[in-house]
């Protein structure tokens, strides 16, 4: 298992092709399970795990790993399933992961391999599961279903962030009617990430239109377009995840600005992969701008810096 990520570096060229490599796992159960190779720092066996005090349920302790002390979780309790048993820890692995700016483990029974896949084979969960369910896409892989978690939502419901935007700067706003008559077009494959968006920017007067995926937005805006309307005079601005199945973040993006009634629509992309990595991509595929998930102060003050300056340029 040491070295199944040892290539994780180089799998970059797969980002704005509308491929991702999934690492499949399960819990206790036949259930394959997927997770974005690009969220993935390391996989190791589970190390020994330290006891804290007032912890979440889920979180099963820390681990000093690598000079760090790391919170690991168990994915299985996590989305409803029984806990892994004491007995069972020390063939068990640990999946470490990078989301919206913080480290954490995830323990699993056993990891399989890595998958390369396209955008386009992942679909949204089945209608059928349900508002409650911890599924942000769904794939099959050899006649088997695979379920890809929404990490967003475990982390929301056992580490939740703030989702509060500083008072000040709402009544700085609102003093301004800076944000009066802009449209945002939100886009993105997480239940929990949208509405965490939504909330934000309406907490400081911004009209909100949300998407679930990149093709949902991508039609949606060819068919403004189509229909004869000037999109930048219907949507400010454009805020898109990266990760989602169907069309991509960056496929998303390059899409838009190939298409001359789109590619004056100023496009950010708001993503929990890392900062440098999505710089490259960001120039790459063309988009405006990006911003690491989830601060509400950062995510609002960036929004009006945009508006104000896309305002004073027309």
Partial sequence: MAGILDSVNMRTQLVGQNRLELLLFRLRGPQVYGI???KVKEVLQCPK????????PVVRGVAHIRGGTIPIMDMGMAIGHSCMPEEELSDSFVIITEYNRKTQGFLVKQVERIVNLNWEEIHPPPKGAG???YLTAVTHLENKLVEIIDVEKILSEVAPVSETVNEKFVEEVSERNASSNHVILVVDDSVVARKQIQRCLETIGITVITKNDG?????????????????????SLMISDVEMPEMDGYT??????????LAGLYIMLHTSLSGVFNQAMV????????MAKFSPDELSEKVMEIIDRLSNDS
Avoid: W
């Fill in 36 to 38: 974005n190779v690009f």
């Fill in 49 to 56: 795990l330290t006891l804290m005090p007032k912890r979440h």
């Fill in 131 to 133: 508002p409650d369910n």
């Fill in 215 to 235: 093709k949902q937005a991508y039609d949606y805006l060819r068919a403004l377009a189509d229909e004869g309307k000037v999109v930048t005079d219907e949507i």
């Fill in 252 to 261: 998303l993006t390059t899409s838009c600005k190939d298409d001359p009634r």
């Fill in 283 to 290: 120039e790459k595929v063309g988009a405006d701008d990006f």
